[in-house]
Nanobody, 127 residues
Framework: QVRLVESGGGLGQAGGSRRRSCTGS????????MGWFRQAPGKERDSVAA????????YYVDSVKGRFTISRDYAKNTVDLQMNRLEPEDTAVYYC????????????????????WGQGTQVTVSS
């Protein structure tokens, strides 16, 4: 079983940048497809970005394409979400998640596909 610990995030200004990091403990994250989700008040938890075990392919929801980048660091056992050109609409609680999969080339975009979750951290973007 893997434990996911998130760091980074917090307060940001519109047009600025923030970086979220998700560190795995107990297991290597290379065994999992990884994703970042967010949940705004009164809304469902939605996928923001996902990455395959190999790191070769990524998925982004349309609203963050060109602004957010998901990446893996196998040596540090982390998965990061770099958020640039922040918008007030990016305000939400952000979660990282890990999905058990035998495939190194597929990512997951639905929350039900994920097996482990981080604790979630608030990101607030002011205008």
């Amino acid at each position: 079983q893997v434990r996911l610990v998130e760091s980074g995030g917090g307060l940001g200004q519109a047009g600025g940048s923030r970086r979220r990091s998700c560190t795995g403990s107990g297991r290597t994250l290379s065994n999992y497809a990884m994703g970042w989700f967010r949940q705004a008040p009164g809304k469902e938890r939605d996928s923001v970005a996902a990455i395959t075990r190999s790191g070769v392919s990524q998925y982004y929801v349309d609203s963050v394409k060109g602004r957010f980048t998901i990446s893996r660091d196998y040596a540090k056992n982390t998965v990061d979400l770099q958020m640039n050109r922040l918008e007030p609409e990016d305000t939400a609680v952000y979660y990282c998640a890990a999905a058990v999969t035998a495939s190194s080339s597929s990512y997951k975009v639905t929350s039900s596909s994920y097996d482990y979750w981080g604790q979630g951290t608030q990101v607030t973007v002011s205008s």
